[in-house]
């Protein structure tokens, strides 16, 4: 090699080496040194610094241009030399680019399989950062997807290694997308911590692109919470810099906030301005999700504009965006909005129509069991930072001197931690009061509305009683008959109690086989004559048609009631006890609290 060799390698390092620094706040000019870098790694055949330089001109081009066909093309080159060299690390950025070109054009399934290629890789180098990185692009286009609960699980690990990693940037990613599925499920006070940490942390980087898209994050967030001068002041500094950065999409997305956010204070006409320029950039930037977004926006513009007409041509054309995405959470707010205009210009089918496609949407999204992973993962997440955080107390002092004052302070961060957990699952349950199998009542609903009652039975001295109903040997019916003719029985015990009680009872289902009678304004000798009327009606009940072999069920039944005061016990609790004893006592039959012996039961 000729002696200026070392010095020429050494100067395609250094180039490739600026074009990385630069890209966060310069694209352009990190462009012209990747350029730079190519041209002399070409002369020199020094394949490392080509692949490097291919891979930063990449970066820099997915971020400028509105088309990724090259982007592409320089990726595969970077990936073939990466390969060549047993370079995984090389390997493993480029596959994240070419997932990030994947999940650009809406593939989030091709973009999730590359994701995973290149966390294997990262894994195997032990990256922490890189890792970290992987975890969050996947985390991100979950988000996309709809898939909160997954999303949030990714992201949490995300944050975990960046922290453990000490790496503020890949950090502040993680923080900022958390903040973003927390705004989703609606949990806006939490999401703005997330992001208000984002924003502190990346400033601290020179990642200037990350930052206007945090920006136009949280003053989406404030916007909706009501603070509109805070939430404009974010936003007009997200798109000076998202404009300054040359990020089309970010762009995009800072036109969008502002766009909403004139049109919450009812200046329609500069929202449609803002609005049109950001259908353009997101248009050009193939984010066929943000381009629903805008889309929404603008109907709803017109709408409130007193233009129905075109308002509706608008959020069809979103809504057939959403739905190829399976974004249910787009597709949610677009029906709840079509209900809205079509109740309006009374058309009432159609209103009902998009209204039960919003409702099937929420419950996708904020369902039980979505709810219960949310809950749990940030449970666990916020219990490991306070251990992690207790520990780093515990070894900043003296062990023996300071135990029993860290003990002290885990159970009072605990417990606090418990109570804010708590308040956390009431936001984020955004629950139907109807129970999806029956159509009686839910659980949640029961609660909120017998607390009622027991509050309006003490005021005026009413009478009331509380039946517990459970069908009996109902998992042998599952078990013998399958379990699409147990939801069966569960229907016709459900719409049997539903007809048979007063339009002023309340019947819902507690869970399982199990269903829970409130009779207002009934002493407990009355509601135990009711609740033996019930279960030998559903003793008669003939489930032939249902399956042959099944001709009837029945019931046990526990009642309880105080006529004297309806609050002095847990009602609830009482019936529950009795249910047990009529289990206990044969099943079908019904068992009162304080009335003695079961009423007898003929079958």
């Known amino acids: 090699?000729?002696?200026?060799?070392?010095?020429?390698?050494?100067?395609?390092?250094?180039?490739?080496d600026q074009a990385a620094r630069l890209l966060g706040e310069d694209p352009h000019s990190a462009l012209v040194l990747a350029r730079e870098a190519e041209a002399l790694a070409l002369r020199l055949d020094y394949q490392r610094g080509l692949a490097c330089a291919y891979l930063r001109a990449a970066r820099c081009q997915f971020v400028l241009l509105d088309r990724h066909d090259g982007v592409i093309e320089l990726l595969q080159r970077a990936v073939s030399i990466y390969e060549l060299l047993g370079d995984l690390s090389g390997q493993a950025e480029a596959l994240n680019l070419v997932a990030n070109v994947h999940a650009c054009r809406n593939d989030g399934e091709q973009a999730l399989a590359v994701y995973h290629r290149g966390l294997a890789l990262r894994r195997q180098l032990g990256d922490m950062v890189g890792e970290a990185g992987s975890l969050n692009n996947i985390g991100s286009v979950l988000r996309e997807m709809g898939?909160?609960?997954?999303?949030?699980?990714?992201?949490l690990m995300s944050l975990e290694l960046a922290e453990s990693a000490h790496d503020t940037r890949a950090t502040a990613y993680a923080m900022s997308n958390i903040g973003g599925v927390l705004a989703e499920l609606d949990d806006r006070a939490r999401a703005v911590e997330y992001h208000l940490r984002a924003l502190t942390l990346v400033r601290q980087t020179p990642d200037r692109a990350l930052e206007g898209s945090t920006l136009t994050s949280l003053g989406r967030l404030l916007m909706r919470s009501g603070q509109l001068p805070e939430a404009m002041r974010h936003l007009e500094r997200a798109l000076d810099i998202t404009r300054r950065v040359g990020h089309l999409a970010d762009t995009g997305l800072a036109l969008l906030g502002l766009g909403l956010a004139h049109q919450q204070e009812g200046a329609y006409d500069r929202a449609e301005r803002l609005l049109l320029e950001a259908l353009t950039l997101i248009r050009r930037s193939h984010r066929r999700g943000a381009e629903a977004e805008v889309l929404l926006a603008l109907g709803r513009n017109r709408w409130l504009s007193g233009a129905a007409s075109p308002a509706v041509d608008l959020l069809s054309q979103a809504l057939k965006l959403a739905e190829v995405l399976r974004a249910d959470h787009i597709s949610g707010k677009l029906h709840e909005?079509?209900?809205?205009?079509?109740e309006q210009q009374g058309h009432a089918a159609a209103a009902l129509r998009h209204f039960k496609e919003f409702y099937a949407c929420q419950q996708r999204i904020h369902g039980q069991e979505t709810q219960r992973r949310v809950r749990g993962l940030l449970g666990r997440a916020e219990l490991e930072r306070a251990h992690l955080q207790v520990e780093h107390e515990r070894k900043r002092g003296d062990e023996l001197a300071s135990a029993l004052g860290l003990a002290r302070e885990s159970e009072r961060q605990k417990q606090e931690l418990l109570a804010q957990l708590s308040q956390q699952a009431d936001m984020l349950r955004q629950?139907?009061?109807?129970d999806g199998l029956t159509g009686l009542a839910n659980r949640r609903w029961l609660d909120a509305q017998l607390d009622r009652e027991r509050e309006r039975a003490r005021r005026y001295r009413h009478g009331l009683s509380v039946a517990m109903v459970d069908i009996d040997h109902f998992k042998s019916v599952n078990d013998r008959f399958s379990h699409r003719?147990?939801?069966e029985v569960l229907r016709r015990v459900g719409r049997l109690l539903r007809d048979t009680c007063r339009s002023g009872d309340i019947v819902g289902r507690y869970g399982g086989e199990e269903f829970v009678v409130v009779l207002v304004e009934t002493p407990l000798a009355a509601a135990t004559a009711v609740c033996e009327k019930l279960r030998q009606r559903i003793a008669d009940l003939d489930?032939?048609?249902?399956?042959?072999?099944?001709?009837?069920i029945t019931v046990s039944i526990g009642v309880?009631?105080?006529?004297e005061d309806p609050v002095a016990h847990n009602l609830l609790n009482d019936a529950d006890v009795q249910l047990y004893a009529a289990k206990q006592g044969g099943r079908n039959q019904v068992r009162s609290a304080g009335l003695g012996a079961p009423q007898a039961a003929s079958a």
Do not use: C, W
């Open 1 to 16: 090699m000729a002696p200026s060799a070392p010095a020429s390698v050494a100067t395609v390092d250094a180039l490739n």
């Open 147 to 155: 898939q909160f609960a997954d999303a949030l699980k990714y992201l």
């Open 337 to 342: 909005l079509l209900s809205q205009i079509h």
């Open 431 to 434: 629950l139907a009061r109807e």
């Open 485 to 487: 003719v147990g939801d």
């Open 543 to 552: 489930l032939s048609d249902i399956h042959p072999d099944l001709k009837h």
């Open 560 to 563: 309880a009631g105080d006529a």
